[in-house]
């Protein structure tokens, strides 16, 4: 007898968060789900590089900034695009903030949506806001926000939203 003692990829959040309007707005064969702990070896790092230095992440560093996120109840939605050979082409996440204003309201923060250079002009971005976006109101936020550059600004105004603000920043040097 064969004892299988390998476990199935945990998601970061229960698959059912997500909307299912989207799912049939997808192009044929293509999923969306949750990030998975196992997504340290898809395709996952590679997608977030069209935005930004992603950095030498190791397997066990993946491992542990997935547990210390899903250990954050209700706190972190990062969910994937797939296509039809189950790649993750696609990536963005909506971070919910508790706040004291707003009768203890909700904040969601939409971060980090990038899409493979090969598949973008297919809709997928826009999936991927409109599911954080839908996400996040039946989260209970009471709004949605998301920092881009004046570059992106037509594609989020075509997603819904509208310049709100002004973003500042104050970065830090990496302490070894």
Known sequence: ?????????????????????????????????????????????PVLTVLTTVGDISPSAFAAQFAAMRACADTYYTLVICDAGARVVG???VVVERKWIHGAGKVGHVEDIAVERGQQGM???????????????????????????????????????????????????KKE
């Open 91 to 93: 990536t963005g996440s």
């Open 123 to 173: 809709k997928l971005g826009l999936r991927i806001i409109q599911a954080l976006t839908e996400m996040a109101g039946e989260l209970g936020c009471y709004k949605t926000i998301l920092d881009c550059s004046e570059a992106n600004e037509g594609f989020y105004v075509k997603c819904g939203y509208k310049r709100a603000g002004l973003e500042m920043a104050c970065y830090y040097e």
């Open 1 to 45: 007898m064969t004892i299988n003692t390998t476990t199935a990829p945990t998601p970061l959040f229960s698959p059912s968060t997500i909307p299912t309007s989207i799912p049939p707005l997808l192009p044929a064969g293509y999923t969306i789900r949750p990030l998975l702990s196992s997504d340290a070896h898809s395709n996952f790092l």
